[in-house]
């Protein structure tokens, strides 16, 4: 059960990430407009002057490509959490690569997308294979499993 709903959180992912790259435009025109409202007062204040577009844009790839790395490494064995890295950087090349063929005229591959979307899936699959503590698969249902069999004397 675990595995189908965890195959299932990530093709509802995946969908949401291919709705956010593969599409002509990013943005709508209510959807551009706040977001340069709000960058707009940023800018006016010393304290949040640092908060950019360029910054926005690199912080929210690394955060959309978290789980990009934290699925595979959830669905594999532990050893294999590194997986998760391969699986982000060969989705954005093949991202970027639909944005440079089909779609630039609206949207440009950038490089930068490349390293950032990369650094996510790095950390999500990073945090399950080095943070999360050791899966034991099958060991706690088995001995459960025995020891309801075995006789009590």
């Given at each position: 059960?675990?595995r189908?709903v965890?195959?299932?959180?990530?093709?509802?992912?995946?969908?949401?990430?291919?709705?956010?790259t593969?599409?002509?435009?990013?943005?709508?025109?209510d959807?551009?407009?706040?977001?340069?409202?709000?960058?707009?007062?940023?800018?006016?204040?010393?304290?949040?002057s640092?908060?950019?577009?360029?910054?926005?844009?690199?912080?929210?790839?690394?955060?959309?490509?978290?789980?990009?790395?934290?699925?595979?490494?959830?669905m594999?064995?532990?050893?294999?959490?590194?997986?998760?890295?391969?699986?982000g950087?060969?989705?954005?090349?093949g991202?970027?690569?639909?944005q440079?063929?089909?779609?630039?005229?609206?949207r440009?591959?950038?490089p930068q997308?490349?390293?950032?979307?990369t650094?996510?899936?790095?950390?999500?699959?990073?945090?399950?294979?080095?943070?999360?503590?050791?899966?034991?698969?099958?060991?706690?249902?088995?001995r459960?499993?025995?020891?309801?069999?075995?006789?009590?004397?």
């Amino acid at each position: 059960m675990r595995r189908a709903v965890l195959l299932l959180l990530t093709l509802v992912y995946l969908a949401g990430v291919a709705w956010m790259t593969l599409r002509p435009s990013v943005y709508d025109a209510d959807t551009g407009a706040l977001l340069w409202r709000a960058l707009d007062v940023f800018a006016r204040h010393d304290e949040t002057s640092w908060i950019t577009f360029a910054r926005v844009e690199a912080a929210a790839n690394v955060a959309m490509f978290v789980p990009m790395g934290m699925f595979p490494a959830l669905m594999l064995p532990k050893r294999f959490w590194w997986v998760g890295i391969v699986v982000g950087f060969a989705a954005t090349v093949g991202i970027e690569t639909v944005q440079a063929t089909y779609l630039s005229a609206t949207r440009f591959s950038d490089p930068q997308d490349l390293v950032m979307n990369t650094l996510g899936a790095a950390i999500g699959a990073a945090f399950v294979g080095l943070v999360l503590p050791r899966r034991r698969r099958g060991r706690g249902r088995g001995r459960s499993r025995q020891g309801s069999a075995a006789p009590v004397w």
